[in-house]
């Protein structure tokens, strides 16, 4: 009997616990102004706060993936503040961070504005370096509604926008720089042609992986890595321009027989091992 009256009491006060959280749950959400859906397993209406969906749209698994990413990614959550930012008015320059994968406006030299985004992955990583911006467009599709051309030799690279909201924070390009459409288009009128743009903090470095084969015609930031390396140790490539073409494979034939390789002119596992570009995990 005592063992049923204790059962009891423990009971009461789990239940009185229950009632008081719920209740208490109830004020607060009437406090935050959230209403709840209309079922457990029903998906709801939703109003527009972060993710790119519109007043009294429906949850989407691909927007619940975006709302699950850690809190330093959600600055969306305030989609980069009041629509009314005032246009920086200083010397425009931006940094693009790939390891925090952010985006900063710098005006004047002082961190203006800094925005989430999405960079390239592990086998086509974002290209470091010093670029500018050389074309800007109103685009569609794929890359979103804004377009900043950067003055990479070997391909189209730029910073632009996406059809993929959810993809932002990740590394998922093929080596441009995405951002929220709402974002490009805030920062698009903010930026001048000429604009430096610098790319740090690439985690891959400039190597694909796995480390691709180099021939004649291929161009990235892995075929400068090899012009880099070639001119560091004697061997020089001519312009270091990340293109190869017949000056790179020259010095690239002239490296190979110098090593006892087998002259080719191509950029094998064995010639990136020689001039010691790795991977490192």
């Not at 989609?79 to 994968?101: A, C």
């Not at 021939?215 to 890595?225: I, N, Y």
């Not at 012009?227 to 034939?253: C, H, N, W």
Request: aromatic content about 8%; charged content about 20%; glycine content about 12%.
């Amino acid at each position: 009997m005592r063992q049923f009256r204790a059962l009891m009491v423990i009971a009461a006060i789990l239940l009185g616990i229950a009632v008081m959280w719920q209740r208490e749950s109830g004020i607060r959400r009437e406090k935050l102004g959230l209403d709840m859906a209309p079922g457990i397993d029903e998906p709801g209406p939703v109003k527009e706060y972060s993710c790119d969906c519109e007043p009294e749209e429906v949850l989407t698994p691909e927007m619940m993936q975006l709302a699950a990413k850690p809190s330093w990614q959600m600055e969306i959550a305030n989609p980069s503040g009041p629509t009314d930012i005032i246009k920086p008015t200083g010397r425009i320059d931006i940094v693009v961070d790939t390891m925090d994968r952010t985006l900063t406006v710098f005006s004047d030299g002082k961190p203006y504005r800094k925005f989430p985004v999405a960079v390239g992955k592990s086998s086509t990583p974002s290209p470091p370096g010093q670029w500018q911006v050389v074309s800007k467009g109103a685009w569609s599709g794929g890359f979103g509604t804004r377009w900043l051309g950067l003055n990479m030799p070997w391909g189209k690279y730029g910073i632009h926008g996406t059809n993929k909201p959810w993809q932002i924070g990740d590394f998922v390009s093929a080596g441009c720089i995405r951002m929220f459409n709402h974002d490009v288009e805030l920062i698009y009128d903010w930026i001048p042609m000429g604009t430096q743009v610098v790319i740090i903090g690439n985690s891959f470095g400039p190597l694909r992986n796995p480390r691709r084969e180099i021939g004649p015609g291929e161009r990235g930031p892995d075929v400068l890595a090899v012009q880099k390396r070639l001119k560091m140790l004697g061997f020089d490539p001519g312009a270091q321009d990340g293109m190869y073409e017949q000056s790179t494979i020259d010095t690239v034939k002239e490296f190979q027989k110098g090593h006892s390789m087998r002259i080719t002119g191509v950029v094998t596992d064995e010639v990136y091992d020689a001039l010691g570009l790795l991977l490192f995990e």
